[in-house]
């Protein structure tokens, strides 16, 4: 979580050596796929699948919602230690566009279940649910907004910066965790409305829902692991070099002068 | 989240210098306790209170939940950067007692549930909040066990417990953020099943149980935003001098001779 790079270099933790590191990712990715097609399973199996149309508008929300607010911004996370060695300023617009792909996935999730409110006449934003999600939503805007601004265009001081960039991984992985937190609760909201007390009767619908849950808590703990391990943070001669480049690039342009 | 100490002295992170430490955990523990305040009211308030004998039984269980696994279990994290200049071994008794005091408390909701669900005759474990619940008092209880032999008693190697630390740090916050979204997920079926449609017109019960559920995710933020900031960490010098100490009080008794 905090971004301190130059210590933790002779102190090597346990089954978390550089090498390992690709076995983690892949690890983070197989437990994101199969988040997705086991939602997928679930509406399509006990749901009826999906539609634009009808009630089964509501069922676009959970897969969107999935795709967008946990795989795709998990994996955006991701991009700066799966890239760990290339050049800072395309990991970095890979970081944000993967943000942009996720949040327009999540926005389609949003207006599909609020149009689905409004024609079955359902009351928006009553649960606990609904408001963590805004929430998220409103979160993830806003980082974007400041993130891009402090360190894409028009970009902030290199002390800036530094400054803020801890305070941008914190609140990167906080919102991370909240919309996992906040599909748990969506999740567990759907089986009651629809199962309601067949839930405790250990119905199959009922048990595949729990181990897509335990996959969710799965991945947003690979992705933290993943994100928090010292040692796999960006070699910090690498990140120095970048950002000053980075500085020189928005202050004097492409031109290759030293300053 | 990873215990580097020896960098980050040059960088301040925004509002985040040493002097601010104090105001973070004060209004931790503000939240901390508007948690357990608001989850007593609910219970008083809206469910009857709380008995060890017929229905009632069941509301021991949130309450004794929220005190043991978020409050008590956030508390013993934020003890180290509490008393970061404190004897290290003080300290970290300090951090294996209230985890104690948390585990006994949480095991009393746990008995009470299970007591209520036996005679009322409901079923047991069925459901993403009972199977998160017992993740987390399983993970609770090994997390403990590990730590007390790694770091008290008998005691690992230097450097294995060095190579151990990151691990546990990782692990005990990724609990306590497990114990926070599975309360979340408690609070959500309870007002699902007592509610029911009617949480859908905003009742005051539904209204106060969501602020209680931003109440909790706040709690886990500002405790996790504690745990990770650099600066806070315990200061390089006092930790290597403590963790010397503690190696030699555990291979060659209290006796004050160097190695």
Chains 1, 2 share one sequence.
Not at 57 to 67: A, G, K, R
Not at 104 to 129: N, T, W
Not at 219 to 224: H, K, S
Request: glycine content about 8%.
């Amino acid at each position: 979580m905090s971004s301190c790079h130059l210590s933790m270099e002779s102190r090597t933790s346990m089954a978390s050596s550089p090498g390992a590191l690709p076995y983690y990712v892949a690890f983070s990715q197989l437990l994101g796929l199969m988040v997705v097609a086991m939602t997928g399973a679930w509406l399509g199996l006990y749901r009826g699948g999906i539609a634009w149309e009808g009630t089964l508008q509501f069922n676009v929300h959970p897969l969107c919602m999935v795709i967008g607010l946990v795989f795709l911004q998990g994996d955006a996370l991701l991009v700066y230690r799966v890239f760990r060695n290339e050049a800072k300023r395309t990991t970095k617009v890979l970081h944000g566009l993967l943000h942009v792909f996720a949040f327009i996935i999540a926005l389609v999730g949003l207006v599909a279940v609020f149009d689905y409110h409004r024609k079955k006449g359902y009351a928006d934003l009553y649960s606990l649910h609904s408001w963590c999600g805004m929430l998220v939503f409103v979160l993830c805007f806003v980082q974007w907004l400041v993130g891009f601004s402090f360190f894409l265009f028009p970009g902030a001081s290199f002390s800036l910066r530094n400054r803020y960039r801890p305070q941008h991984v914190f609140f990167g992985a906080t919102i991370f965790l909240l919309s996992v937190g906040t599909a748990l609760l969506g999740l567990k909201e759907e089986l009651l409305f629809t199962l309601g007390s067949k839930y405790s009767t250990f119905e199959p619908e009922g048990v595949l829902a729990n181990v897509l849950g335990l996959l969710l808590v799965s991945f947003g703990v690979v992705v933290l692991y993943i994100l928090t391990r010292a040692e796999w943070k960006r070699p910090p001669q690498a990140e120095e070099q970048a950002l000053s480049m980075d500085f020189k690039t928005l202050t004097e342009g492409d031109s290759p002068s030293s300053q």
